[in-house]
Nanobody, 121 residues
Framework: QVQLVESGGGFVQPGGSLRLSCTAS????????MRWYRQAPGKERELVAA???????NYADSVKGRFTISRDNARRSMYLQMKSLKAEDTAVYYC???????????????WGQGTQVTVSS
């Protein structure tokens, strides 16, 4: 059973920083692309940042220059360093990854349970 577990969310004032982590566990053969999504109340889930297995990154325009995505393939982990946080960054942040496990011939998309980030004064 493959699982993605996020951590690092919390409450921060505007201008502050947080670092989110996501770790995969289970009978994993390989992890391809990994992504962070977020969903604010009343809004659709949106892609925040993505990173390929080789480290190529992509960001939503709203977070460019403030957020940095990274990964540690040996630890099966992904991170999101968030700086200069704004109230509009408030959302539940979800980890997503394309994972091939021992029970599958292909990569399947897995999701974490989400971690709340609240930016408020």
């Amino acid at each position: 059973q493959v699982q993605l577990v996020e951590s690092g969310g919390g409450f921060v004032q505007p201008g502050g920083s947080l670092r989110l982590s996501c770790t995969a566990s289970g009978s994993i053969i390989s992890i391809n692309a990994m992504r962070w999504y977020r969903q604010a109340p009343g809004k659709e889930r949106e892609l925040v940042a993505a990173i390929t297995r080789g480290g190529i990154t992509n960001y939503a325009d709203s977070v460019k220059g403030r957020f940095t995505i990274s990964r540690d393939n040996a630890r099966r982990s992904m991170y999101l360093q968030m700086k200069s946080l704004k109230a509009e960054d408030t959302a539940v942040y979800y980890c997503n990854a394309d994972i091939r496990d021992y029970g599958s011939d292909d990569y399947l998309a897995y999701w974490g349970q989400g971690t709340q980030v609240t930016v408020s004064s």
